[in-house]
Each structure stands twice: as structure tokens, then as C-alpha cells.
């Protein structure tokens, strides 16, 4: 499998390259669109065809690549089915396996940050990845106080579904504030502050309901946008228009 780990650093976003190298087809789990030019890059020295964008789940803190990329490419976009925009060409399931040529990527339904979530478990033959979203996160995990989230289902869904992975499963995050790149099962049940060393539920939804976080800055345009797979509202405050403003050749 081709692999590449890629960063958006305004809104800490990792987006994931999966390629096949047989059929030389692709997929980028999270594409964020201000950064849409390099993914077309990417795919270019890798020698790949986009296949398919694969969101996680409706973000709140950026707008997607998905609708940008499909404009450009011709590729399709899938989304988790619960809560699938209209825009979606494939609406996953839970337990299905999504094939990019030789590539099996499983959904997996995780709701908890959102009510809709999917996290993606793709086992290349020698390794088992887990793309986690915001579902569980390095030492953290995704906030449950916007949009449709519910501590009780986060925490049920991080350890009904994943930490049921084996245990050297690689976690890749949807998010890292803080320069780290991927994680462990393993390292996560042990050690994970919110979840990690046994836990209860209890205990973690008194520790998510006391976080206090600040109100996310993208929201307003960003939940609506993606809702049209990345489309820019015409309300998008001048300071992140950038990204919608270039217009396309093809
Ligand atoms: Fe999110």
C-alpha cells in the first residue's frame, strides 16, 4: 500500500493518502480544501488516481476538500450513510469494506463525537491502521459538546470498537495539536488521560463535561458547508475565504 500522512496547520487536520499499488488508485480519507492543491500534488509524484474522498464525518472545525476534489478529478465522495449529504456518491455502512484496488478499508461506526462518525481500519497484509477521526485522538479524544455529540457514546464506542482492535494496531488521529503522528491500541488503552488505564464512564463523562472548551471558530460556515461536501457558503468571513475564492481550469 502507498501511504502518506498529511497536515492542514490551520485547523491541525491530518488527511490520509491510501493508494493501491497495482491499480494505482486512491483515496484521502479527510481532505480539507485549503490544502486541496497539495493533495493534487501528492497524487502526482505517487502516480495515483483519486479514486474516492472519504470523510469521517461532518466537520465542524474545517471546510472539506471533497466537493473541490471531485470537481477537479472527477472522483467520487463517500460519506458515513447516518448522516450522508445529499452531494454523497457512496453512502458507507457500518461494517463495510470500501476497496481501492488491493486496499480494503473497513467502516466502522463510531458515533460519540458526532452522532453519525466512522472511523476506517485498513489491514495492507502486514500492518492493521485505524484512521480514528475524532473519535480517539493521541492521548485525548474528539469534544462531545457540539453538533450531535454524547460523552456515553464516545466511550462506548472507543472501547466496543477499538480498543477491541489488536492491541498493535497503529492509531492514525484525525487531529494532533501538538507535532504527534500516530499512536498505538496498545499505547492508548494504558495510557490515554481521558480513557485510558480502566477508566469508567462515569468518571469520563464528568472529566468531558467539565472541559469548558472554547466555541469553534469555523463552525458556523464550516457544519453547512460540508453538508454540500465542502461547498463555501456565501457567508464565509473574509479572514478564510482564501480557499474558496480560487476558481478552477479543470
Ligand atoms: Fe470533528
Same mark, same amino acid.
Do not use: W
Given at each position: ?35 486541496? /492543491?497539495?493533495?493534487?500534488? =501528492? ?15 461532518? /466537520? &465542524? ?6 466537493? !473541490?476534489? !471531485? &470537481? ?22 457500518? *461494517? ?6 488491493? =486496499? ?5 461506526? &463510531?458515533? *460519540?463525537?458526532?452522532? /453519525? ?13 485505524? +484512521? ?14 457540539? #453538533? ?7 466511550? !462506548? ?21 501538538? *507535532?504527534? +503522528?500516530?499512536?498505538?491500541?496498545? #499505547?492508548?488503552? !494504558? ?14 463523562? &464528568? ?22 461536501? *465542502? ?7 473574509? #479572514? ?8 478552477? #481550469?479543470?
Amino acid at each position: 500500500m502507498i501511504f502518506r500522512q498529511l497536515f492542514e496547520p490551520d485547523s491541525s487536520t491530518y488527511t490520509y493518502l491510501l493508494g493501491c499499488r497495482r491499480t494505482r488508485q486512491a483515496v484521502l480519507i479527510d481532505p480539507v480544501l485549503d490544502t486541496v /492543491h497539495r493533495d493534487l500534488e =501528492v497524487l502526482r509524484e505517487e502516480q495515483l488516481t483519486l479514486a474516492c474522498t472519504l470523510d469521517t464525518h461532518i /466537520h &465542524a472545525d474545517h471546510l472539506s476538500g471533497a466537493a !473541490k476534489l !471531485k &470537481a477537479i478529478t472527477g472522483c467520487c465522495i463517500a460519506y458515513p450513510e447516518p448522516e450522508a449529504p445529499e452531494c454523497a456518491d457512496v453512502r458507507l455502512r457500518d *461494517g463495510q469494506v470500501f476497496d481501492v484496488g488491493d =486496499v480494503p478499508i473497513e467502516a466502522v461506526f &463510531a458515533p *460519540g463525537h458526532t452522532s /453519525h462518525h466512522f472511523c476506517y481500519v485498513v489491514d495492507d497484509g502486514t500492518h492493521k491502521l485505524a +484512521f480514528t477521526g475524532d473519535v480517539l485522538l493521541i492521548d485525548a479524544c474528539g469534544r462531545t459538546d457540539f #453538533q450531535s455529540g454524547d460523552a456515553a457514546a464516545l466511550y !462506548k464506542s472507543i472501547h466496543e470498537r477499538l480498543f477491541t482492535l489488536p492491541d498493535e494496531t497503529l492509531v492514525y488521529p484525525g487531529h494532533d495539536y501538538e *507535532g504527534r +503522528f500516530v499512536s498505538s491500541i496498545a #499505547q492508548e488503552k !494504558k495510557r490515554n488521560p481521558r480513557l485510558g488505564g480502566g477508566k469508567t464512564l462515569d468518571e469520563f463523562v &464528568a472529566l468531558m463535561n467539565a472541559l469548558d472548551l472554547p466555541y469553534p471558530r469555523k463552525i458556523d460556515f464550516a457544519v453547512p458547508g460540508n453538508r454540500q461536501c *465542502g461547498q463555501c457558503p456565501p457567508d464565509v468571513p473574509e #479572514q478564510y475565504r482564501a480557499p474558496c475564492d480560487t476558481h478552477e #481550469q479543470g
